[in-house]
């Protein structure tokens, strides 16, 4: 579904990205995972066109690297943004509708609002709450909701479990496992290496903005180069 090749991106003179390839196919999730400043975010930045970048990047069959990113948007592919990125001055249900601008029938956005409600019910009880007021976990809540509500192909995340308590990164993930088993393509970045590895398929390691291993997620779990960088053992 989607292809990445040689995929550049340069901020002056700091080279963030250094020609890196990879794929994602139909149905599976990925995750990308790295330190900080391994050009993890840059990367799905570039993707979603948030970033110039140099390269190839085709999504289901279609060029896509010289489009604009609302046109990203209609195409398929949704981000939730490190940090979460929701309009605070906003409600829980204005938000929502936000996700669906790219959309006009009303019956099923309305139908979809009622879905993340499920995926949600936090987001239920608040509705008519601004979202600047909510609590990080349930600001991670909207955003994925949000995001959900374009009714993408593919979903970009980064950093799902940034800055929440270890029961919110439960509910989170459990989310997103749902989301996948549905059928949902999802590119994931994470932090947490072990919880990437676990919620994935096939797995990507970046170092200093290159590729430096990939395989599956199974087997990097196991990997003794994996384990003493980033799993802490």
Do not use: W
């Not at 840059?42 to 066109?49: E, G, N």
């Not at 390691?205 to 990997?223: R, W, Y």
């Amino acid at each position: 579904m989607l292809e990445v090749t040689g995929l550049h991106v340069a901020y002056g003179g700091i080279q963030a990205v250094r020609s890196i390839t990879f794929h994602v196919n139909e149905g599976e999730t990925v995750a990308l995972i790295g330190a900080n400043g391994a050009g993890k975010t840059t990367t799905l930045k570039a993707i979603s066109r948030m970033v110039g970048a140099t390269g190839d990047v085709h999504f289901c069959g279609e060029k896509i690297l010289g489009i604009s990113p609302h046109e990203i948007i209609r195409k398929g592919i949704a981000l939730v943004p490190e940090g979460r990125g929701v309009f605070p001055r906003l409600s829980v249900l204005e938000n929502l509708r936000m996700g669906a601008f790219v959309r006009d029938d009303k019956a099923a956005i309305a139908d979809d609002i009622e879905r993340m409600y499920a995926y949600f019910p936090r987001l239920k009880e608040r509705a008519d709450q601004l979202a600047g007021t909510l609590s990080g976990g349930e600001q991670q809540m909207l955003a994925i909701g949000r995001a959900l509500m374009s009714r993408p192909k593919m979903l970009l995340l980064d950093e799902p479990s940034m800055g929440l308590a270890p029961i919110m990164v439960q509910k989170i993930f459990e989310v997103v496992r749902n989301v996948a088993a549905a059928g949902m393509t999802i590119l994931l970045i994470e932090q947490n290496a072990k919880l990437a590895l676990e919620s994935s398929q096939r797995a990507y390691v970046l170092e200093s903005g290159e590729i430096t291993l990939n395989g599956d997620s199974a087997e990097l779990l196991h990997d003794p180069k994996v384990k003493a960088a980033y799993l802490g053992e």
